[in-house]
């Protein structure tokens, strides 16, 4: 693959299509119509809701080739959703995502960024660890709650 320069921009609703196509390839679970809480356009219409100029994508040579989100609350920041297209991995697009959500959290004075990673998957670990990330001594809980209440998962 020739070399091309990565940018890294606010997510535009124009964008829309590409990403969910984007999160289908890499994200199985995107794929499953069965379970609302995995909707991606549900997805993308709450973080637009919420924090909007904190979701990203990156292009290279004029096409979408990542994603991340970010949050803060005021007390930690997270990490979500961060995708790259299965042709474009080991360019180094994954790792200029967390740094583009680390800088913006840290410019918004997040003093600690939080993130998920399926126990299944030793792969993500190790790219998070690369990154400095550590397990945390804590379990991670959750409840579903509304219409996703009675859909487990």
């Not at 124009?14 to 994200?27: E, G």
């Not at 959703?81 to 042709?87: E, K, N, Q, W």
């Not at 792969?123 to 379990?139: C, H, K, N, S």
Request: net charge neutral.
């Amino acid at each position: 693959m020739t070399s091309a320069t990565l940018s890294i921009r606010c997510f535009d609703a124009r964008d829309t299509d590409t990403v969910i196509a984007l999160w289908q390839d890499v994200f199985p679970e995107y794929r499953n119509p069965d379970k609302p809480q995995r909707d991606p356009r549900l997805s993308i219409a709450n973080k637009l809701a919420t924090q909007p100029e904190l979701f990203f994508v990156a292009e290279r040579a004029g096409r979408l080739v990542g994603t991340v989100m970010t949050g803060y609350d005021g007390h930690r920041g997270w990490i979500y959703s961060l995708a790259v297209d299965p042709t474009h991995r080991r360019l180094g697009i994954g790792t200029q995502l967390v740094e583009h959500a680390e800088a913006a959290l840290t410019a918004r004075g997040c003093p600690k960024v939080n993130l998920q990673v399926l126990s299944t998957r030793s792969d993500v670990q190790a790219f998070y660890e690369a990154l400095g990330y550590r397990a945390d001594e804590v379990i991670s809980m959750g409840k579903r709650l509304g219409a996703t209440a009675a859909v487990a998962g």
